[in-house]
């Protein structure tokens, strides 16, 4: 992999994660979420520049020492600390998992489009969007089968 020529590739993964992420984001907006399609964008598009460049700089400059696992490992903390601003106590109930939970699976399709594992990034993609949707209304209808209404 040379860095320096092979900019439409890098740009196709770049444009790949940030496509994906501001799908999971679009299903963000239309439930009336704060993160939206450029926060979940950003963050898959960030993830993937983390992993591209780290390959690059292993690969084409020939940086000794790089450990491209060690950026995935700074991904995850950096991406856990993100997801923990989000989440908030309100009225005794705990808000923002989902968003939280969301942030951390975009950023790990950023993750494996930068390592062009497009097939797996896709089918998360696919995962992802029918966890916010089709399995928001299950869990909303086992919700109200709950302990709270058995009074």
Request: charged content about 10%; overall charge neutral; hydrophobic content about 55%.
């Amino acid at each position: 992999m040379d860095i320096t020529t092979l900019g439409g590739t890098f740009f196709v993964q770049l444009l790949t994660a940030l496509v994906l992420g501001m799908l999971i984001g679009a299903e963000r907006t239309l439930a009336g979420k704060t993160a939206g399609l450029r926060t979940y964008g950003l963050v898959a598009m960030g993830s993937c520049l983390f992993i591209v460049v780290s390959l690059g700089l292993k690969d084409s400059l020939g940086v000794s020492g790089a450990d491209v696992m060690r950026v995935v490992a700074g991904i995850i903390t950096g991406i856990g600390f993100l997801g923990a601003g989000v989440i908030i106590l309100r009225d005794q109930t705990l808000v923002g998992l989902t968003t939280a939970a969301g942030l951390w699976v975009a950023s790990g399709i950023g993750v494996a489009i930068g390592f062009k594992l497009y097939e797996i990034a896709f089918y998360t993609t696919f995962l992802t969007l029918l966890t916010f949707t089709v399995f928001w209304f299950i869990e909303r209808g086992v919700s109200h089968m709950g302990p709270q209404n058995n009074v």
